[in-house]
């Protein structure tokens, strides 16, 4: 159980573990993004290494575990969101951070992707999108394009993509946002603004991988909707986020690359303050009546 709520100044660097491993993703990868977004983002949330964890799946993504300095969970292909759940219902105090791949996240892990969503579990979860399985080397993922050519594909896929953004929206997600790892500065606000949001926070993060997608769009250049003149939308309105939705990944197919904060709902209250709220679960989290010896179990 960790110590919540110190305040003082936090520097990114002490993300940084001290052990301070080289990252063996490939040179050029879009998960080196996604490492530095993440370590900028964390001392404007607010938070320390040991007020915060991360959970990740299996793939190229689940090794941000060893490259980021918090509380850490590797879990089994697809399963980063069970786990997340527990820990944060246990110790809602804690600052929980679920990521994973594509494939791990909309393929294998894609019942635990819906369901997550469609409870409002208050967490964030971040996405590693490079529309393919990079760590297996190169196999097609729910995400790759029609058409695509891989050792799993190899006449190209006949499937169309899912709409991760949409199936989000649809599944329950209260704040969904979508940006790439070419972009930084947009990247970094944009977890911030996850992290500070009480309910599932989406957010589906386009990450190139150079080793077995080659052919795929290296995400640029890329719009922000969000302060773009040619799209005006409520990302407050679920219909106008929907239409925006279908919109984006309709174009990410066709080589335009859009970006932003979709859908935010704040008014809906999060899973772990439902239950409290019908008295469902103690007001003191269980992180602390497992350690206070007084506690009187029923
Ligand atoms: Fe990144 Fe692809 Fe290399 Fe994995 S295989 S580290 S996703 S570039």
Wanted: overall charge negative.
């Amino acid at each position: 159980f960790s110590a919540i709520g110190e305040e003082r100044e936090i520097d990114r660097e002490e993300f940084t573990p001290g052990l301070e491993p080289q990252p063996t993703w490939c040179p050029g990868c879009g998960d080196f993004g996604v490492l530095k977004a993440l370590k900028q983002a964390m001392p404007e949330v607010g938070r320390t290494p040991d007020e915060t964890l991360l959970c990740t799946g299996i793939g190229c993504s689940g090794k941000l575990n060893s490259y980021f300095e918090s509380y850490g969970f590797h879990t089994i292909h697809g399963r980063s969101l069970p786990v997340a759940r527990a820990a944060k219902l246990a110790n809602p105090g804690l600052e929980v951070v679920a990521a994973g791949g594509d494939g791990d996240g909309y393929g294998i892990g894609g019942n635990h992707f819906m369901h997550t969503a469609r409870e409002n579990h208050d967490m964030t979860y971040i996405v590693f999108n490079n529309e393919i399985f990079g760590l297996t080397k190169g196999q097609t993922s729910p995400t790759s394009p029609k058409g695509h050519k891989s050792k799993t594909q190899p006449h190209g896929s006949a499937k169309d993509p899912i709409r991760p953004l949409s199936l989000s929206l649809t599944s329950g997600a209260s704040f969904i946002a979508r940006t790439a790892a070419v972009n930084p500065n947009q990247a970094k606000d944009i977890l911030i603004e996850a992290m500070e949001h009480d309910g599932f926070a989406h957010v589906d993060f386009l990450t190139q991988c150079p080793t077995w997608n080659k052919d795929a769009r290296q995400y640029v250049p890329y719009i922000d909707i969000n302060d773009s003149e040619d799209y005006d939308f409520d990302p407050t309105n679920r219909a106008e986020a929907q239409e925006m939705m279908r919109t984006t990944e309709d174009k990410l197919y066709e080589g335009e690359v859009l970006t932003g904060v979709y859908y935010r709902d704040e008014e809906r209250p999060s899973y772990g303050q439902e239950k409290r709220q019908i008295g469902e679960m103690p007001e003191t989290p269980l992180a602390e009546r497992y350690f206070d010896e007084d506690y009187e179990w029923e």
